[in-house]
């Protein structure tokens, strides 16, 4: 069964280092797609980076890049020169070509940067 | 280019009552999904819409309903609401159907059942 696993509830990081957000996925279909998103405490879900299952690079946009490690099933956001504005809940999800009008989230990992 | 708009943006209901809400997909897209989001349960797939026909369901009783029109605005509508429809429902809109295609979201719901 599809399933989203972000085992990091909670992080606390210095303003302007760069942090690593953790994500594995566990899915038979052999065509997908995983995606980041961030929701600030507004609730509006802001779509950062895609990542497909068949991209042989890591997918990047502007300070967020994606450590996609395929045979691992991992899909790690990572955040460089973080800033005070980076605080918010950050969600991992993914879509399966089988089943791609529904999105499978994780459980989120709360962001918080210190000045 | 104008985002997903949602509304209302907050509510309050009482037990019973029933609810509408409204979300209109960005322009060009045709497919638009409901999710809602608790503290307890994360983020759940309620159900998705491409051209005026429901795709795809999850697990949510039957009190829970959408549609959508011509224009590929959605409605999701509750009736007789319960203390745990409380949440935040997000709507998203993408332009196709693959497992590539990107959804963007609205602001959201937030619903609150008293």
């Known amino acids: 069964a599809q399933k989203i696993t972000q085992t990091q509830p909670g992080m606390f990081v210095q303003e302007k280092e760069a942090v690593t957000l953790d994500c594995t996925y566990d899915t038979s279909d052999p065509s997908y797609g995983l995606f980041w998103y961030k929701q600030p405490s507004s609730g509006e879900m802001i779509f950062l980076i895609y990542?497909?299952?068949?991209?042989?690079q890591n997918a990047t946009e502007g300070r967020y890049s994606l450590n996609f490690q395929k045979a691992r099933k991992s899909a790690n956001l990572v955040i460089s020169a973080s800033q005070l504005g980076d605080s918010a809940m950050y969600f991992c999800?993914?879509?399966?070509?089988?089943?791609?009008?529904?999105?499978?989230f994780g459980s989120g990992t709360r962001l918080s940067i210190r000045p | 280019k104008a985002g997903v708009t949602q509304t209302p943006r907050y509510l309050i209901k009482t037990r019973g009552q029933q609810v509408t809400l409204s979300c209109s997909p960005i322009?060009?897209?045709?497919?638009v999904s409901w999710y809602q989001q608790t503290p307890g349960q994360g983020l759940q797939f309620l159900f998705e819409?491409?051209?005026?026909?429901?795709?795809n369901k999850g697990n949510f009783p039957g009190r829970f309903s959408g549609r959508q029109f011509s224009n590929s605005r959605s409605e999701m509508n509750v009736s007789t609401l319960e203390l745990g429809d409380s949440a935040l429902y997000l709507c998203a809109s993408s332009l196709g159907q693959g497992a590539s295609t990107e959804a963007f979201f609205g602001q959201g719901t937030r619903l609150t059942v008293v």
């Open positions: 819409y491409f051209s005026e026909t429901q795709r």
């Open positions: 999800a993914m879509r399966e070509r089988g089943s791609a009008s529904k999105i499978i």
């Open positions: 990542q497909g299952s068949y991209d042989q």
């Open positions: 322009s060009g897209h045709r497919s």
